[in-house]
């Protein structure tokens, strides 16, 4: 079995940064890519960030330039850094598999971004 948790999240105020945080209960970055998704009130969840199993990552139009995603394999953790907020990053965030698995889904970590 998998658990993934997240963690991180908080209040900041706009332009302010954050770092998340997911910690996976066994080592399976070797075999799935990771990602970061996020669903904001009102909204769909949307994924904004993969990092693929070599390492490679991918980010939505949304976030690029001001989201990095990255992971310590020895630690089982994938971490997502938030730079340069933005209100419309409020949401929850979520650490999944990409594509997701069903079973994999946390408790996600809220950001709230003030203006």
């Known amino acids: 079995q998998v658990q993934l948790v997240e963690s991180g999240g908080g209040l900041v105020q706009a332009g302010g940064s954050l770092r998340l945080s997911c910690a996976a209960s066994g080592s399976i970055f070797g075999i799935y890519a990771m990602g970061w998704y996020r669903q904001g009130p009102g909204k769909q969840r949307e994924l904004v960030t993969v990092?693929?199993?070599?390492?490679?990552?991918n980010y939505a139009d949304s976030v690029k330039g001001r989201f990095t995603i990255s992971r310590d394999s020895a630690k089982n953790t994938v971490y997502l850094q938030m730079n340069s907020l933005k209100p419309e990053d409020t949401a929850v965030y979520y650490c999944n598999a990409a594509p997701p698995r069903d079973d994999y889904w946390g408790q996600g970590t809220q950001v709230t971004v003030s203006s």
């Open positions: 990092i693929s199993k070599d390492g490679g990552t």
